[in-house]
């Protein structure tokens, strides 16, 4: 049993190692233009250029969009080792969220009370913002525009790759039966009188023009098949503008309402000093010296009756606070709090109540509850 098995073994290598001798010859000769090789139909050939293209222009935007969404190549690279080991990515901050704390530090060390310490704080928050919607915006990309592509890539191309390969296989088994027939009917003996090599010639062609139209076949088919990818991926392709149309529309609206919020303080800063500068000689200077003044009458006092009705909400703390002077009070993070607007308060600052405890807080700092 052993040496039948033995046998089988040795006749299956020394087959092998003659078919693979001969593919090697025939790819050979038909290099060196000394042997004859089967064409594909003109069809099967344009499949064939479609899928190489699908795959070289696949792989740049593959390419290209992630160098979009992390210019840097460093980190790309750590990415895809991680990739490569089955490990989470770091969870990175990005360069909006980097400016956006620093700049929220930069306020507090001023001070949210003065202008340009409200002002820097107020950019801050936006930059996260900014920030915050970039993660999405990158997230999404990558759930329905890069991970698309790549699993084509590793998939579908693949099998398609191998396949072509197979094929590639079958047409040099199928040119060199060929050519084994041909030098049996060319040879110098009869047919009657070397039947055997020239039948073991046709049957060897039949086996080979089979496998090879059967790889052909299966291979047609997944070339066909990239019709199905290319409106997979037009899909993908919607997917990847809307989530850069959601993201640019964002970050417009941010910077709208925070430029609004900016020409506030700079307006308020034009009227203080238009105001300062325009007192007495500004008036008196469009009046001619011959005309003199008539006394102005007494201004006319409205007396108002405070309202003792007072709205109060509920607010969570964004972000700790330290209290500048006793008139403010030392906010921490997540902590509830009940504010409320009083009379004569600058509109960017709430008194606030925490207890016995009380004083103002910036809004800033502030998410109010409805």
């Known amino acids: 049993m052993d040496a039948n098995t033995g046998l089988f073994k040795m006749k299956k290598f020394v087959s092998d190692a003659s078919t693979v001798f001969n593919r090697a010859v025939q790819f050979t000769e038909e290099k060196l233009g000394s042997a004859e090789k089967t064409e594909l139909d003109a069809h099967f050939e344009n499949l064939l250029q479609r899928a190489d293209k699908t795959k070289a222009w696949t792989e740049k935007i593959l390419k290209q969009t992630e160098s979009v969404l992390q210019p840097n190549p460093n980190i790309r690279m750590e990415d895809f080792v991680y990739e490569k080991l089955d490990k989470k990515k770091r969870d990175r901050v990005n360069h909006h969220e980097v400016l956006g704390h620093v700049l929220v530090d930069g306020g507090n060390d001023f001070g949210p009370g ?65 050519n084994r027939l041909r030098k049996a009917k060319s040879t110098s003996q ?9 039948h073991l010639a046709e049957a060897d062609l039949r086996v080979a023009q089979a496998e090879f139209d059967r790889q052909a076949e299966i ?40 430029q609004q919020q900016l020409g506030s303080y700079s307006h308020t800063s034009g009227v203080g000093n238009n105001s300062s500068n325009s007192s007495g000689a500004g008036i008196s200077s469009g009046i001619p010296s011959s005309v003199p003044l008539q006394p102005s009458a007494p201004p006319q006092i409205n007396v108002i009756a405070a309202t003792p009705n007072i709205e109060k909400k509920q607010a969570r ?19 509830l ?34």
């Not at 409106?231 to 309402?257: K, V």
């Not at 703390?317 to 902590?335: G, H, I, M, P």
Request: charged share 25%; net charge negative; with cysteine.
């Open 219 to 258: 291979t047609k088919l997944l070339l066909e098949g990239v019709s199905s990818a290319h409106a997979h991926h037009l899909r993908c392709l919607n997917d990847f503008i809307e989530a850069q149309l959601t993201y640019y529309a964002q970050c417009q609206n941010y910077i709208s309402e925070l």
């Open 190 to 198: 009869p047919q009657e009188e070397n039947p055997v090599r020239f």
């Open 317 to 335: 703390v964004l972000y700790d606070y330290d209290a500048a002077d006793s008139s403010e009070l030392t906010l921490l993070a997540d902590e």
């Open 114 to 178: 003065t202008t340009y310490g409200n002002a820097l704080v107020k950019c801050g928050q936006a930059q996260l913002r900014i920030g915050n919607a970039e993660r999405e915006f990158i997230q999404t990309t990558s759930n329905n525009f890069l991970q698309p592509l790549h699993n084509f890539l590793e998939g579908d191309m693949k099998t398609i790759q191998k396949e072509k390969k197979i094929l590639e296989t079958k047409r040099l088994d199928l040119d060199a039966s060929k």
């Open 337 to 370: 709090i009940t504010v409320y607007k009083t009379p004569g308060l600058d509109p960017d600052w709430l008194m606030a109540e925490r207890g016995p405890q009380k004083g103002k807080v910036p809004t800033t700092y502030l998410e109010v509850l409805e």
